[in-house]
T-cell receptor, first 113, second 114 residues
Framework: QKEVEQNSGPLSVPEGAIASLNCTYS??????FFWYRQYSGKSPELIMF????GDKEDGRFTAQLNKASQYVSLLIRDSQPSDSATYLC?????????????FGAGTILRVKS | DGGITQSPKYLFRKEGQNVTLSCEQN?????MYWYRQDPGQGLRLIYY???????QKGDIAEGYSVSREKKESFPLTVTSAQKNPTAFYLC?????????????FGDGTRLSIL
């Protein structure tokens, strides 16, 4: 089992719809969770981060965390063609010498106009 | 502007050659990281440094070396021992190694074999 798992997609949604991206993780001790967006050929860009169970909203983006189910998701409302990218889920793992981020392989999102 | 600068953007390596990728940050961050990304895959940690003059191996350190002589600089050397170096290399930093704050990335260096 991979430490952080995402459906590779592609996930296709029409413009204006809600896109739902999901991620599961295996380390129950993880405390912080991040969503990065990566356009083709570019570096990852931070979209959202969440530490507590529940929802966190920022504009069109909502991150949802359920630690009991070891599940974190990202909702994108009113999806736009410019949202088409790969979305990487990352989970903080605590180590002896600082924390490290463990990344999923990413979900490709395609928003069709 | 504050940020992370990686250079060069593209790099080509000849057989048996060592190459060094530069990463500089002016964010006054203590922690810096090097990742490798292969097509269709997530990021894998090569090396990280929590503080000047200290660094630790990540998950795929073989064939790579780093130094951290200055807070703002964390260069990565891809040695000839790394037999499959073609990948997208990303440098990241965050305020402190033990914090829950997010990491931020440079624009990356794309390395290919000649």
């Amino acid at each position: 089992q991979k430490e952080v798992e995402q459906n590779s997609g592609p996930l296709s949604v029409p413009e204006g719809a809600i896109a739902s991206l999901n991620c599961t993780y295996s380390d129950r001790g993880s405390q912080s969770f991040f969503w990065y967006r990566q356009y083709s050929g570019k570096s990852p860009e931070l979209i959202m981060f969440i530490y507590s169970n529940g929802d966190k909203e920022d504009g069109r983006f909502t991150a949802q965390l359920n630690k009991a189910s070891q599940y974190v998701s990202l909702l994108i409302r009113d999806s736009q063609p410019s949202d088409s990218a790969t979305y990487l889920c990352a989970v903080n793992r605590y180590m002896e010498y600082g924390n490290k981020l463990v990344f999923g392989a990413g979900t490709i999102l395609r928003v069709k106009s | 502007d504050g940020g992370i600068t990686q250079s060069p953007k593209y790099l080509f390596r000849k057989e048996g050659q060592n190459v060094t990728l530069s990463c500089e940050q002016n964010l006054n961050h203590d922690a810096m990281y090097w990742y490798r990304q292969d097509p269709g895959q997530g990021l894998r940690l090569i090396y990280y440094s929590q503080i000047v003059n200290d660094f630790q191996k990540g998950d795929i350190a073989e064939g790579y070396s780093v130094s951290r002589e200055k807070k703002e600089s964390f260069p990565l050397t891809v040695t000839s021992a790394q037999k499959n170096p073609t990948a997208f290399y990303l440098c990241a930093s965050k305020d402190q190694g033990y914090s829950n704050q997010p990491q931020h990335f440079g624009d990356g260096t794309r390395l290919s074999i000649l």
